[in-house]
Structure formats: C-alpha cells, structure tokens
C-alpha cells in the first residue's frame, strides 16, 4: 500500500444533509481544510475524508444534525 493511500485509510468520511442543513456554517470553522461555504453560507465539501478527531467533533457541534460520518 502507498503512504497516500495509507493515510486515507486513516481518515473517516464525512456526508452532509441536505435537506437538515441550515447553514450554519460551523462546520466550515470546525473543518477550514475541507469545507467552504456557498454565497448562501451553506457547506461546499473540498473534500470528505478529515481527521477523525477533527470529523467527530464537526459532527457533534453540528445544530442542525445535518453533518454525518459515513
Ligand atoms: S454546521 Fe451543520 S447545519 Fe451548519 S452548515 Fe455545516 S452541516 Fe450545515
């Protein structure tokens, strides 16, 4: 296995609600690497593989519950 493809194992994968989003946009805080937000302040994900301290802890500051680990 090549190093890029062992640090991915490592990552846990992050998914968004759509239809429970509300744009609260802390997960784009919690997450500056892998979310930005739309002129609307709702989440545009670069990428869904993070840290998984990092995506645990998005989840869990997420209001609306629309962020997921997948
Ligand atoms: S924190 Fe939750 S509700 Fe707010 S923008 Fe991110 S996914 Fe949507």
């Not at 493809?5 to 784009?28: M, N």
């Not at 739309?38 to 670069?46: K, Q, R, S, V």
Request: aromatic share 4%; hydrophobic share 50%.
């Amino acid at each position: 296995m090549s190093n890029a493809r062992a640090v991915e194992s490592e990552l846990a994968r992050i998914g968004i609600d759509r239809v429970l989003c509300t744009g609260h946009g802390i997960c784009a805080r919690t997450l500056p690497e892998a979310v930005a937000l739309d002129e609307w302040g709702y989440p545009i994900l670069a990428t869904d593989a993070v840290p998984p301290a990092d995506a645990k802890l998005a989840v869990k500051l997420c209001p609306a519950r629309a962020l997921f680990l997948r």
